[in-house]
T-cell receptor, first 117, second 116 residues
Framework: DGGITQSPKYLFRKEGQNVTLSCEQN?????MYWYRQDPGQGLRLIYY???????QKGDIAEGYSVSREKKESFPLTVTSAQKNPTAFYLC????????????????FGQGTRLTVV | AQTVTQSQPEMSVQEAETVTLSCTYD???????LFWYKQPPSRQMILVIR??????QNATENRFSVNFQKAAKSFSLKISDSQLGDAAMYFC?????????????FGKGITLSVRP
């Protein structure tokens, strides 16, 4: 089945530690995104990538880092510099509107709930 | 920069009745996509409906339809014959058609409750 997979579903981190959230897709999508969701804040964009080996900062990139070494994978690292990392994180992917993006809608993973303890 | 505004944080509707969720956006572009996503308690994001800005006809998907007013930059979602399963958070989203700026921008969402 084609889809987008996030792991783990729940993650606990001690203060001062870095942690990496996994996101894998087999939809052959060019674009991938990371969002953070907090109550009352909607989905805020952390980073996005439109092609392998390239990515751009979103609206709240401070304290986060990403890589895009493979088309299928877009891991997000929450660093110790992120002051308030407890949140729900959503990964998404979509085709490129210009290169075959039928509809261009994003498909989402099931999310990772990160809690700092 | 594009912005998406959902000014109503919560709405309630009686089962079997109709409800309209509002969304406005700001952009200087002429070609773009608009979406409504549903997030039930499972937190899985589900696409409800999509509208291409170049299409004048409003999109419909079964009980869901939109009222797209391009000049007013308004994109409301109408849910007809509301069902208990429609209770969820609904997000309006914007995406540019320009490949160099294809990020997907969301509003803050609206929580819809359905009264039996």
């Amino acid at each position: 089945d084609g889809g987008i997979t996030q792991s783990p579903k729940y993650l606990f981190r001690k203060e001062g530690q870095n942690v990496t959230l996994s996101c894998e897709q087999n939809l052959n999508h060019d674009a991938m995104y990371w969002y953070r969701q907090d109550p009352g804040q909607g989905l805020r964009l952390i980073y996005y990538s439109q092609i392998v080996n390239d990515f751009q900062k979103g609206d709240i990139a401070e304290g986060y880092s990403v890589s895009r070494e493979k088309k299928e994978s877009f891991p997000l690292t929450v660093t110790s510099a992120q002051k308030n990392p407890t949140a729900f994180y959503l990964c998404a992917s979509s085709s490129n509107p210009r290169t075959g993006g039928v509809g261009a809608e994003a498909f989402f993973g099931q999310g990772t709930r990160l809690t700092v303890v | 920069a594009q912005t998406v505004t959902q000014s109503q944080p919560e709405m309630s509707v009686q089962e079997a009745e109709t409800v309209t969720l509002s969304c406005t956006y700001d952009t200087s572009e002429s070609d773009y996509y608009l979406f409504w996503y549903k997030q039930p308690p499972s937190r899985q994001m589900i696409l409800v409906i999509r509208q291409e800005a170049y299409k004048q006809q409003n999109a419909t998907e079964n009980r869901f339809s939109v009222n797209f007013q391009k000049a007013a930059k308004s994109f409301s979602l109408k849910i007809s014959d509301s069902q208990l399963g429609d209770a969820a958070m609904y997000f309006c989203a914007y995406r540019s058609e320009t490949g160099a700026n294809s990020k997907l921008t969301f509003g803050k969402g609206i929580t819809l409750s359905v009264r039996p």
